[in-house]
Structures are given as C-alpha cells and as structure tokens.
T-cell receptor
Framework: KAGVTQTPRYLIKTRGQQVTLSCSPI?????VSWYQQTPGQGLQFLFE???????NKGNFPGRFSGRQFSNSRSEMNVSTLELGDSALYLC???????????????FGPGTRLTVL | AQKITQTQPGMFVQEKEAVTLDCTYD???????LFWYKQPSSGEMIFLIY??????QNATEGRYSLNFQKARKSANLVISASQLGDSAMYFC???????????FGTGTSLTVIP
C-alpha cells in the first residue's frame, strides 16, 4: 500500500507570492490533516478535511486555506506569503472514522517551504 | 491549558540502556487516544505506539512500551535497550473521541550515546 505523498518536497518563494501544496493520502483514508512545523513553534495543527469538508481548524490566519477533492487528495494554499511562513508542512492521513479514538495518523515526508 | 505537555526538551541515554520520555495530557473527554511518534532528522513522522483511554493494559510494541497512568493523566514512553538509531525527536499526541483534531506536544530530543 502506498504511503502518504506530498508534492513538491521543496519550495522557494518570495514574500507576497502564493503557494499551493498537495497531499495524496493512503488509499481508503478519508481524513487529511495539515500541520506546520517550525523550530520555534513546534508542530501546529492547521486544519483537517474529511470527505471534502473541513472538520477541524487550528488558529491560523485566513491566508491559510485548504480543500479536499472527491478522491481524498488535499491541497493547502497560502496566500501573500510572509517570512514567518517558512516551515516544514506536514500532511497526515487517517481513516477518519468517528466513534473510535484509534485513528492513527500516517504522515507524509513533508514540504519544506522557504520564503525569501 | 496545554493539551499535551512534554517537559523534557532533551534527553541523553547510553546505548543498550532504557529511557523514559514523559508526557502528560489534559482532557475531559472520557474517550481519547494517545500516540507517540518519532521524527528522525530526515523529517518524516513515524508512528510508534497507541494507547486508548479504555484500554486496561499498557500498550507495547517491540522495544516500545507506554506507561499509561490514567488517574495522573500521564502516558510516558519507555524505550528499552536503546540503539543509536533511536536518536530523534519524539512527540506525544492525543486525539479526543474519534473526530477531534490531534494535539501534539513540543517534543523531546533523544540522543543515544555509544
């Protein structure tokens, strides 16, 4: 079974630009979560999509948005990039089944975004 | 209040020794899951072990075991017989119910000394 894939793996942008990151979950998984990881802030939850609907949302500004397609693939968009957006962006997929606390997340390799 | 607290920013352990990484959590939901992840320098998060709030026994996975003390709200990870490849960041995480978001701690950097 293929794991979680993220594209691109590395990205360099300049301030003010926008960026779109892509995540393909494990086959059969309906939940995709996005995280931002920086040395100073650690791992911070951005949002989770389940069956094309945003189910949970972290405390990030509206510049950060996402969506999920019918095949469960998800994209994350950051508009008007700032220097502080430089980070490793991790995507994780899980079955997303409600009612069970066992919803292990499988992580992708991440996209390392550098904003100059 | 923090949902997950890891109070050890860095830990050192001698090769072949056991080490305990601390994790405390905060929730009022009776149904929750606790997870430990390992993140090597390559960046990828690797799932290690899971403990459900209703599980009666402590979870074990090979050299990893989870010391689950529900009343104290702690879920410490024990790594036995440490190996050099265990050097990495370790994150404790919790998910409330089945549809809540995952909460991660700030991580513990473990260094195994030969």
């Amino acid at each position: 079974k293929a794991g979680v894939t993220q594209t691109p793996r590395y990205l360099i942008k300049t301030r003010g630009q926008q960026v779109t990151l892509s995540c393909s979950p494990i086959s059969g998984h309906r939940s995709v979560s996005w995280y931002q990881q920086t040395p100073g802030q650690g791992l911070q939850f951005l949002f989770e999509y389940f069956s094309e609907t945003q189910r949970n949302k972290g405390n990030f500004p509206g510049r950060f948005s996402g969506r999920q397609f019918s095949n469960s693939r998800s994209e994350m968009n950051v508009s008007t990039l700032e220097l502080g957006d430089s980070a490793l962006y991790l995507c994780a997929s899980s079955s997303g089944v409600s009612g069970s606390s066992y919803n292990e997340q499988f992580f992708g390799p991440g996209t390392r975004l550098t904003v100059l | 209040a923090q949902k997950i607290t890891q109070t050890q920013p860095g830990m050192f352990v001698q090769e072949k020794e056991a080490v305990t990484l601390d994790c405390t959590y905060d929730t009022s939901d009776p149904s929750y899951g606790l997870f430990w992840y390992k993140q090597p320098s390559s960046g990828e998060m690797i799932f290690l072990i899971y403990q459900g709030s209703y599980d009666q026994q402590n979870a074990t996975e090979g050299r990893y075991s989870l010391n689950f003390q529900k009343a104290r709200k702690s879920a410490n990870l024990v790594i036995s017989a440490s190996q050099l490849g265990d050097s990495a960041m370790y994150f404790c995480a919790m998910r409330e119910g089945g549809a809540g978001q995952f909460y991660f701690g700030t991580g513990t950097s473990l260094t195994v000394i030969p």
